[in-house]
T-cell receptor, first 117, second 110 residues
Framework: DAGVTQSPTHLIKTRGQHVTLRCSPISGHKSVSWYQQVLGQGPQFIFQYYEKEERGRGNFPDRFSARQFPNYSSELNVNALLLGDSALYLC????????????????FGAGSRLTVL | DAKTTQPPSMDCAEGRAANLPCNHSTISGNEYVYWYRQIHSQGPQYIIHGLKNNETNEMASLIITEDRKSSTLILPHATLRDTAVYYCIVRVGNDYKLSFGAGTTVTVRA
Protein backbone atom coordinates (compact mmCIF):
# COMPACT_ATOMS: atom_id res chain seq x y z
CA ASP A 1 0.00 0.00 0.00
CA ALA A 2 1.21 3.47 -0.82
CA GLY A 3 1.83 5.64 2.19
CA VAL A 4 1.63 9.40 2.36
CA THR A 5 3.52 10.81 -0.61
CA GLN A 6 4.99 14.29 -0.77
CA SER A 7 6.58 16.25 -3.56
CA PRO A 8 9.06 17.61 -4.20
CA THR A 9 11.46 15.91 -1.80
CA HIS A 10 13.98 18.74 -1.92
CA LEU A 11 13.88 22.25 -3.28
CA ILE A 12 15.84 25.45 -3.10
CA LYS A 13 14.26 28.88 -3.32
CA THR A 14 15.44 32.44 -2.78
CA ARG A 15 14.01 35.01 -0.40
CA GLY A 16 10.75 36.55 -1.60
CA GLN A 17 9.82 33.65 -3.84
CA HIS A 18 6.74 31.47 -3.55
CA VAL A 19 6.63 27.71 -3.01
CA THR A 20 3.96 25.04 -3.41
CA LEU A 21 4.30 21.68 -1.69
CA ARG A 22 2.05 18.76 -2.49
CA CYS A 23 0.74 15.82 -0.50
CA SER A 24 -1.24 12.71 -1.39
CA PRO A 25 -2.81 10.98 1.61
CA ILE A 26 -3.21 7.28 2.17
CA SER A 27 -6.13 5.94 0.17
CA GLY A 28 -9.30 6.31 2.20
CA HIS A 29 -7.90 8.99 4.50
CA LYS A 30 -9.91 12.17 4.43
CA SER A 31 -7.83 14.35 6.73
CA VAL A 32 -4.51 15.98 5.89
CA SER A 33 -2.30 17.95 8.26
CA TRP A 34 0.83 19.98 7.63
CA TYR A 35 3.76 20.42 9.98
CA GLN A 36 6.97 22.43 9.83
CA GLN A 37 10.14 21.05 11.36
CA VAL A 38 13.08 23.37 11.73
CA LEU A 39 16.45 21.71 12.22
CA GLY A 40 16.91 20.53 15.80
CA GLN A 41 13.29 20.97 16.85
CA GLY A 42 10.14 18.87 16.90
CA PRO A 43 7.49 19.32 14.22
CA GLN A 44 5.15 22.29 14.64
CA PHE A 45 1.53 22.16 13.51
CA ILE A 46 0.53 24.43 10.62
CA PHE A 47 -2.86 23.31 9.27
CA GLN A 48 -5.39 20.53 9.31
CA TYR A 49 -7.93 19.95 6.55
CA TYR A 50 -10.81 17.53 6.71
CA GLU A 51 -13.36 17.03 3.97
CA LYS A 52 -11.82 19.96 2.10
CA GLU A 53 -12.35 22.43 4.91
CA GLU A 54 -9.76 23.97 7.21
CA ARG A 55 -10.35 22.55 10.69
CA GLY A 56 -7.33 23.88 12.53
CA ARG A 57 -4.53 26.35 12.14
CA GLY A 58 -1.30 26.76 14.06
CA ASN A 59 0.56 29.94 14.92
CA PHE A 60 1.89 30.74 11.46
CA PRO A 61 1.64 33.99 9.47
CA ASP A 62 -0.81 34.53 6.64
CA ARG A 63 1.99 33.87 4.17
CA PHE A 64 1.19 30.22 4.79
CA SER A 65 -1.94 28.85 3.18
CA ALA A 66 -3.24 25.46 2.15
CA ARG A 67 -6.10 23.74 0.49
CA GLN A 68 -7.51 20.26 0.07
CA PHE A 69 -8.87 18.95 -3.19
CA PRO A 70 -11.88 16.69 -3.86
CA ASN A 71 -9.57 13.68 -4.06
CA TYR A 72 -8.27 14.63 -0.56
CA SER A 73 -4.80 15.56 -1.77
CA SER A 74 -3.48 18.83 -0.45
CA GLU A 75 -1.19 21.73 -1.24
CA LEU A 76 0.73 23.96 1.13
CA ASN A 77 1.66 27.37 -0.22
CA VAL A 78 4.16 29.77 1.28
CA ASN A 79 4.52 33.29 -0.11
CA ALA A 80 7.30 35.83 0.30
CA LEU A 81 9.78 33.25 1.54
CA LEU A 82 12.09 34.16 4.39
CA LEU A 83 15.34 32.51 5.40
CA GLY A 84 13.55 31.23 8.50
CA ASP A 85 11.14 29.23 6.37
CA SER A 86 13.93 26.77 5.64
CA ALA A 87 12.68 23.54 7.14
CA LEU A 88 11.34 20.06 6.57
CA TYR A 89 7.64 20.28 5.73
CA LEU A 90 5.70 17.23 6.75
CA CYS A 91 2.31 16.08 5.63
CA UNK A 92 0.28 13.62 7.65
CA UNK A 93 -2.99 11.92 6.85
CA UNK A 94 -5.59 10.24 9.01
CA UNK A 95 -8.94 8.57 8.62
CA UNK A 96 -10.84 11.09 10.64
CA UNK A 97 -10.65 14.73 11.52
CA UNK A 98 -12.03 16.83 14.31
CA UNK A 99 -15.26 15.91 15.99
CA UNK A 100 -14.69 12.18 15.71
CA UNK A 101 -14.47 10.27 18.95
CA UNK A 102 -11.67 7.93 19.84
CA UNK A 103 -8.00 7.90 18.97
CA UNK A 104 -6.80 9.38 15.71
CA UNK A 105 -3.50 8.05 14.39
CA UNK A 106 -1.57 10.25 11.98
CA UNK A 107 0.64 8.74 9.29
CA PHE A 108 3.41 11.02 8.11
CA GLY A 109 5.11 11.32 4.78
CA ALA A 110 8.86 11.63 4.33
CA GLY A 111 8.64 15.39 3.97
CA SER A 112 9.73 18.11 1.60
CA ARG A 113 12.98 19.80 2.55
CA LEU A 114 12.91 23.48 1.67
CA THR A 115 16.04 25.59 1.65
CA VAL A 116 15.65 29.34 1.31
CA LEU A 117 18.78 31.24 0.25
CA ASP B 1 -3.14 19.46 25.46
CA ALA B 2 -1.27 18.30 28.54
CA LYS B 3 2.47 18.84 28.43
CA THR B 4 4.89 15.96 28.64
CA THR B 5 8.34 15.64 30.12
CA GLN B 6 10.91 13.26 28.69
CA PRO B 7 14.63 12.81 29.35
CA PRO B 8 16.63 14.47 26.57
CA SER B 9 18.68 11.41 25.77
CA MET B 10 19.39 7.82 26.68
CA ASP B 11 21.61 5.00 25.51
CA CYS B 12 20.67 1.37 25.15
CA ALA B 13 22.64 -1.77 24.34
CA GLU B 14 21.64 -3.68 21.25
CA GLY B 15 19.46 -6.66 22.10
CA ARG B 16 18.41 -5.26 25.45
CA ALA B 17 15.07 -3.72 26.34
CA ALA B 18 14.81 0.06 26.12
CA ASN B 19 12.50 1.70 28.63
CA LEU B 20 11.54 5.26 27.74
CA PRO B 21 9.77 7.25 30.47
CA CYS B 22 7.29 10.07 29.99
CA ASN B 23 5.62 12.24 32.60
CA HIS B 24 2.24 13.78 31.87
CA SER B 25 0.98 14.78 35.29
CA THR B 26 -1.71 17.16 33.98
CA ILE B 27 -3.32 14.67 31.62
CA SER B 28 -7.10 14.78 31.52
CA GLY B 29 -9.49 11.88 31.34
CA ASN B 30 -10.12 12.06 27.59
CA GLU B 31 -6.50 12.46 26.51
CA TYR B 32 -4.66 9.62 24.85
CA VAL B 33 -0.93 8.96 25.16
CA TYR B 34 0.77 8.59 21.78
CA TRP B 35 4.32 7.62 20.94
CA TYR B 36 6.00 8.49 17.68
CA ARG B 37 9.61 8.22 16.65
CA GLN B 38 11.65 10.00 14.03
CA ILE B 39 14.69 8.49 12.45
CA HIS B 40 17.10 11.07 11.12
CA SER B 41 15.70 13.07 8.18
CA GLN B 42 12.55 10.96 7.90
CA GLY B 43 8.95 11.72 8.83
CA PRO B 44 7.70 10.73 12.30
CA GLN B 45 6.56 7.14 12.58
CA TYR B 46 3.61 6.10 14.73
CA ILE B 47 4.51 3.50 17.35
CA ILE B 48 1.63 2.98 19.74
CA HIS B 49 -1.07 4.76 21.72
CA GLY B 50 -3.22 4.13 24.78
CA LEU B 51 -5.86 5.67 27.01
CA LYS B 52 -5.91 3.74 30.28
CA ASN B 53 -4.83 0.18 29.69
CA ASN B 54 -1.42 -1.14 28.81
CA GLU B 55 -0.99 -1.79 25.11
CA THR B 56 1.29 -3.98 23.02
CA ASN B 57 1.85 -4.24 19.30
CA GLU B 58 4.56 -5.60 17.05
CA MET B 59 6.80 -2.63 17.69
CA ALA B 60 6.53 -1.90 21.39
CA SER B 61 4.62 -2.01 24.64
CA LEU B 62 3.07 0.95 26.41
CA ILE B 63 2.69 0.87 30.18
CA ILE B 64 0.45 3.57 31.67
CA THR B 65 0.36 4.06 35.42
CA GLU B 66 -2.96 3.68 37.19
CA ASP B 67 -3.22 7.41 37.87
CA ARG B 68 -2.26 8.07 34.21
CA LYS B 69 0.31 10.65 35.22
CA SER B 70 3.18 8.81 33.58
CA SER B 71 3.89 6.12 31.06
CA THR B 72 6.75 4.00 29.75
CA LEU B 73 7.42 2.90 26.21
CA ILE B 74 9.23 -0.42 26.06
CA LEU B 75 11.19 -1.56 23.03
CA PRO B 76 11.69 -5.21 23.95
CA HIS B 77 14.82 -5.99 21.95
CA ALA B 78 16.46 -2.81 20.73
CA THR B 79 18.34 -2.89 17.42
CA LEU B 80 20.61 -0.33 15.82
CA ARG B 81 17.68 0.68 13.60
CA ASP B 82 15.78 1.82 16.69
CA THR B 83 18.17 4.76 17.07
CA ALA B 84 15.85 7.76 16.75
CA VAL B 85 14.14 10.62 18.54
CA TYR B 86 11.12 9.33 20.46
CA TYR B 87 8.21 11.65 21.12
CA CYS B 88 5.60 11.16 23.85
CA ILE B 89 2.45 13.17 23.10
CA VAL B 90 -0.84 13.46 24.92
CA ARG B 91 -3.81 14.50 22.89
CA VAL B 92 -7.56 14.55 23.05
CA GLY B 93 -8.85 11.82 20.76
CA ASN B 94 -10.57 14.10 18.28
CA ASP B 95 -8.14 17.01 18.48
CA TYR B 96 -6.76 18.21 15.21
CA LYS B 97 -3.09 18.43 16.05
CA LEU B 98 -0.14 16.72 17.66
CA SER B 99 2.04 18.90 19.87
CA PHE B 100 5.59 17.63 19.66
CA GLY B 101 8.08 18.46 22.37
CA ALA B 102 11.81 17.90 22.21
CA GLY B 103 11.54 14.13 22.64
CA THR B 104 14.16 11.66 23.82
CA THR B 105 17.12 10.91 21.59
CA VAL B 106 17.71 7.18 21.92
CA THR B 107 21.02 5.77 20.77
CA VAL B 108 21.31 2.01 20.50
CA ARG B 109 24.91 0.84 20.72
CA ALA B 110 26.34 -2.43 19.48
Amino acid sequence: DAGVTQSPTHLIKTRGQHVTLRCSPISGHKSVSWYQQVLGQGPQFIFQYYEKEERGRGNFPDRFSARQFPNYSSELNVNALLLGDSALYLCASSLVGTGQSGANVLTFGAGSRLTVL
Amino acid sequence: DAKTTQPPSMDCAEGRAANLPCNHSTISGNEYVYWYRQIHSQGPQYIIHGLKNNETNEMASLIITEDRKSSTLILPHATLRDTAVYYCIVRVGNDYKLSFGAGTTVTVRA
